[in-house]
């Protein structure tokens, strides 16, 4: 595996190549990343993975400085997975030598909901990235997680709206023995949080019980699930039940057609904010 870190050096391993599979990530990879990289081997040669730690994407009371730094750790891994063929790992003055006055804004409808609306601006700064980061590699296939269904959506809207040549393969979420889906912020859960963690997913899971059950009141099943949540302690932002096609809220009457839906959920588990959704 070539490690290279400037864009320059990047397009001269990448000349020519036009198969390429890219899998853009921020680094303190874990084996969710390395299924991600499995099967971008599966679609596409070379593999391209990318660690950059996004500034842009961080709101101002974040954990921009405290994200986990690995580099030397994520490309001991990555040699021994043997998939990837160049990892692309940029400093910020490569990627950013100048202010970006220049961002890509996801539509209010699907950017400003949900994680959008907790965390202002975090869109802008995935999708101007992503952008950016297409640019430079110029993939066939990019590769993202379904733990992050929202940004899968939008950046799968963006390469539509922009005619990018790129397509998006989803991955589905992975997930420890008890159910938790990693995360390279589940480091920061100490072990009594780490054992209440997986009760995120369960609450998801019982969500999609009573959805397929025959239960149409998506409000009510939202306030049981904020209240289990609520009442072990978590501070949640969200649990929604939403449309899978577009994230918008499903009708009693879609519910019980049989309307494809996600459940959606954020909360914080002592500082430690977690994320995480299922389909229905």
């Given at each position: 595996?070539?490690?290279?870190?400037?864009?320059?050096?990047?397009r001269?391993?990448?000349?020519?190549?036009n198969r390429?599979?890219f899998v853009?990530?921020?680094?303190?990879?874990?084996?969710?990343h390395?299924?991600?990289?499995?099967?971008?081997?599966?679609?596409?040669?070379?593999?391209?993975?990318?660690?950059?730690?996004?500034?842009?994407?961080?709101?101002?009371?974040?954990?921009?400085?405290?994200?986990?730094?690995?580099?030397?750790?994520?490309?001991?891994?990555?040699?021994?997975?043997?998939?990837?063929?160049?990892?692309?790992?940029p400093?910020?003055?490569?990627?950013?030598?100048?202010?970006q006055?220049?961002?890509?804004?996801?539509p209010?409808?699907l950017?400003?909901?949900l994680?959008?609306?907790?965390?202002?601006?975090?869109?802008?700064?995935?999708?101007?990235?992503?952008?950016?980061?297409?640019?430079c590699?110029?993939?066939?296939?990019?590769?993202?997680?379904?733990?992050?269904?929202?940004q899968l959506?939008?950046?799968?809207?963006?390469?539509?709206?922009?005619?990018?040549?790129?397509?998006?393969?989803?991955?589905?979420?992975?997930?420890?023995?008890?159910?938790?889906?990693?995360?390279s912020?589940?480091?920061?859960?100490?072990?009594?949080?780490?054992?209440?963690?997986?009760?995120?997913?369960?609450?998801l899971?019982?969500?999609?019980?009573r959805?397929?059950?025959?239960?149409?009141?998506?409000?009510?099943?939202e306030?049981?699930?904020?209240?289990?949540?609520?009442t072990?302690?978590?501070?949640?932002?969200?649990?929604?039940v939403?449309?899978?096609?577009d994230?918008?809220?499903?009708?009693a009457?879609?519910?019980?057609?049989?309307?494809?839906?996600?459940?959606?959920?954020?909360?914080?588990?002592?500082?430690?904010?977690?994320?995480?959704?299922?389909e229905?």
């Open positions: 595996m070539k490690v290279v870190h400037s864009i320059e050096a990047l001269d391993q990448l000349r020519g190549q390429i599979a853009p990530t921020m680094g303190n990879l874990h084996e969710g390395l299924a991600l990289m499995k099967m971008a081997h599966q679609h596409g040669d070379p593999v391209v993975a990318s660690i950059f730690v996004n500034r842009l994407q961080f709101g101002p009371n974040e954990d921009f400085d405290k994200y986990p730094r690995t580099l030397q750790d994520d490309i001991d891994k990555l040699q021994k997975q043997n998939h990837v063929y160049v990892l692309f790992a400093n910020e003055q490569e990627m950013y030598p100048e202010p006055n220049y961002r890509v804004s996801p209010s409808d950017g400003d909901i994680e959008g609306e907790f965390r202002p601006g975090f869109f802008i700064g995935v999708t101007t990235v992503v952008l950016k980061l297409f640019s590699v110029q993939p066939r296939v990019a590769v993202f997680g379904k733990k992050d269904y929202q959506m939008i950046i799968r809207a963006m390469c539509r709206q922009f005619a990018l040549p790129t397509e998006i393969i989803p991955h589905e979420t992975v997930r420890d023995t008890d159910g938790l889906a990693l995360s912020r589940n480091r920061f859960l100490s072990e009594p949080e780490r054992r209440e963690a997986p009760r995120l997913y369960r609450v899971n019982e969500v999609r019980d959805l397929k059950a025959g239960a149409t009141d998506v409000p009510a099943i306030f049981d699930a904020r209240k289990d949540l609520t072990a302690g978590w501070k949640v932002d969200y649990v929604a939403r449309r899978q096609r994230l918008k809220i499903p009708t009457s879609e519910v019980a057609a049989g309307e494809a839906l996600v459940t959606l959920a954020a909360a914080k588990l002592g500082t430690t904010r977690l994320i995480d959704n299922l229905v």
